[in-house]
């Protein structure tokens, strides 16, 4: 016979089971994103001895390891994204995962550096497999408000690499050299492979798949920027994303050669990424009670202001002193917090029905878009940090334009 007190324990039986379901998703999203971070921010403090190693010798061309990684990121949304419309997204995350380990042996046995270039591209375009399919997964899963809420969770987790990744690297690095850290980032990938193999089920049924064509990609394109919201908030990314890539790929060049902070640059930088994950933390509360476009609209403002104060105090003149500088740049990345999850999950949220390409489409314009602005950006940040913050302010200005651009045209 069956209780009030068995149903009450069944039915609380099955909500835990829910969270708990959830909390690993979260955590296996996020680990399949942080891949990507792994395979940036660990290399960080190696970059003058790969730069030796193949052959670099002006300091501003150790950026292009960072930055060409980008660029494959970039291209490879578009081949796995449509790909796994059509045939499932697991599938194409192992495919993105092999070429990865492929490209990772050619840049640990690189004598130049076009070959680690070329390494670096295509370890991008591998890895742009579970980049963009993870966020394709959550939105095959969640959408709305909630869905913001998810990405804001999984880039909380998303964020602990970057926190630790550039120390991991140093301690690699002062042990084994430059190429175990390449192979740390095959283990942990490998890892990651196997749970999702074991774990997480196919998001995309079978009857929901499209056949796939070049067509199929065309009329996901003509789709895709029917949106307008889709497209001002995949441009407002790439602007955003572009000015924070200046910072990846030219913060080793600020800190340990400007500022002279060799062995502190990894804590630094984890002290940086700190600030983003507890304004993305927080964001995941905050974006249920005030919606994505009123979060974006906010912080974007506050991501424009923080660097028109910093050229007008610092124009002309040299860097400021270290706790200076780290306190601009910890309000800057604290608005970038609660930008990131909410301007995908904005360009995501009215093209749930095309979840691959759509991902794939905003990624790439998004991420080349960002990389010119990073390559142009980082060649003058060579004796200050102003230039850095000059471009924080220009694109800045040109995410609010855009976005005040979509609320008029749509209240019209």
């Known amino acids: 016979m069956i209780t009030v007190t068995s149903v009450t324990y069944l039915y609380i039986y099955k909500m835990f089971k829910k969270q708990d379901s959830k909390l690993e998703f979260i955590a296996l999203m996020a680990s399949l994103m942080s891949l990507v971070a792994l395979s940036i921010d660990a290399l960080l403090p190696a970059l003058p001895q790969i730069g030796t190693a193949v052959g670099i010798t002006e300091t501003t061309?150790?950026?292009?390891?960072?930055?060409?990684?980008?660029?494959?990121?970039?291209?490879?949304?578009?081949?796995?994204?449509?790909l796994s419309d059509s045939f499932g997204r697991k599938p194409m995350v192992y495919i993105g995962f092999v070429l990865f380990v492929l490209a990772s042996f050619m840049c640990v046995f690189a004598t130049s550096l076009e070959m680690m270039i070329v390494g670096r591209i295509l370890q991008g375009i591998g890895l742009s497999a579970p980049r963009t399919i993870s966020i394709a997964m959550v939105r095959d899963s969640f959408s709305g408000d909630y869905m913001a809420k998810i990405m804001s969770f999984i880039v909380v987790v998303f964020i602990l690499v970057p926190v630790v990744a550039?120390?991991?690297?140093?301690?690699?690095?002062?042990?084994?050299?430059?190429?175990?850290?390449?192979?740390?980032?095959?283990?942990?990938?490998?890892?990651?492979?196997?749970?999702?193999?074991?774990?997480?089920?196919?998001?995309?049924?079978?009857?929901?798949?499209?056949?796939?064509?070049?067509?199929?990609?065309?009329?996901?394109?003509?789709?895709?920027?029917?949106?307008?919201?889709?497209?001002?908030?995949?441009?407002?990314?790439?602007?955003?994303?572009?000015?924070?890539?200046?910072?990846?790929?030219?913060?080793?060049?600020?800190?340990?050669?400007?500022?002279?902070?060799?062995?502190?640059?990894?804590?630094?930088?984890?002290?940086?990424?700190?600030t983003?994950?507890?304004?993305?933390?927080?964001?995941?509360?905050?974006v249920l009670k005030y919606g994505m476009l009123k979060m974006v609209t906010f912080f974007v403002f506050l991501f424009t202001l923080v660097p028109a104060i910093y050229v007008l105090l610092y124009y002309g003149q040299e860097n400021p002193p270290i706790y200076t500088l780290l306190i601009f740049f910890g309000l800057q990345f604290f608005a970038i917090g609660f930008l990131f999850g909410n301007l995908r999950a904005l360009a995501m949220e009215?093209?749930?029905?095309?979840?691959?390409?759509?991902?794939?489409?905003?990624?790439?314009?998004?991420?080349?878009?960002?990389?010119?602005?990073?390559?142009?950006?980082?060649?003058?940040?060579?004796?200050?940090?102003l230039p850095l913050f000059i471009g924080f302010l220009v694109f800045g200005v040109i995410s609010i334009l855009l976005i005040q651009l979509l609320k008029k045209t749509t209240t019209k």
């Open 276 to 286: 983003v994950g507890f304004a993305t933390f927080l964001n995941g509360t905050f």
């Open 61 to 82: 061309d150790n950026q292009l390891l960072i930055t060409m990684i980008f660029l494959g990121l970039g291209v490879g949304q578009l081949i796995f994204g449509p």
């Open 166 to 274: 550039p120390a991991i690297g140093k301690i690699i690095l002062d042990f084994y050299g430059w190429k175990f850290i390449f192979y740390s980032q095959l283990f942990f990938g490998a890892f990651v492979m196997f749970w999702l193999y074991k774990r997480q089920p196919e998001t995309l049924a079978v009857a929901d798949r499209k056949k796939f064509s070049l067509q199929l990609f065309v009329s996901g394109a003509k789709e895709f920027v029917k949106h307008r919201q889709s497209v001002v908030f995949t441009l407002v990314s790439g602007s955003i994303t572009g000015a924070f890539m200046v910072y990846l790929s030219a913060s080793q060049q600020i800190f340990q050669i400007q500022y002279h902070l060799v062995e502190e640059f990894p804590y630094i930088f984890a002290g940086l990424a700190i």
């Open 350 to 385: 009215p093209i749930g029905h095309i979840a691959g390409i759509g991902a794939a489409i905003n990624g790439f314009f998004s991420t080349i878009l960002a990389v010119p602005i990073a390559t142009y950006i980082g060649k003058f940040v060579t004796t200050t940090a």
